[in-house]
């Protein structure tokens, strides 16, 4: 069955909720907020996971997302990233943030994808990272 969606690679990206393409949206805003103009693509994504399996699918999609859209606009050379990202560990907290919707260190949150804010009534930022 073929599905399709499009967001755009905006910080006021309006996010879908109840939909898949709310994974796509969420990158796509967030690290338009945190780093920028992007570049738009086109992305075809695959799975043969049953839906609500609880493997982490939203995960898969968010880490996804970033992985063309850096590929696409070299978001690993953006001072911005070379700044904030001292350590790969750095990278893998900052895409959980995206997802949830909390801040890393400088890179301000958003709504994420709903299910971590919607259990609270106030954004969480993730602790302050100690330089060694």
Known sequence: MRKSCS?????????????WSLYIATAARRLSQNFGHLLGCDVAISCDLP???GMSTS???????YMVLDVRNGLQKHPKFVATFKKEEELYEYLGCIEN???CGELTGDQGEGSFLSRRTTQPSCPQRKEN
Do not use: D, Y
């Open 7 to 19: 967001a755009r690679f905006a910080s006021e990206t309006k996010v879908a909720s109840n939909h």
């Open 51 to 53: 839906p609500a399996s």
């Open 59 to 65: 995960s898969a999609l968010i880490c996804a997302m």
């Open 101 to 103: 919707g909390q801040s």
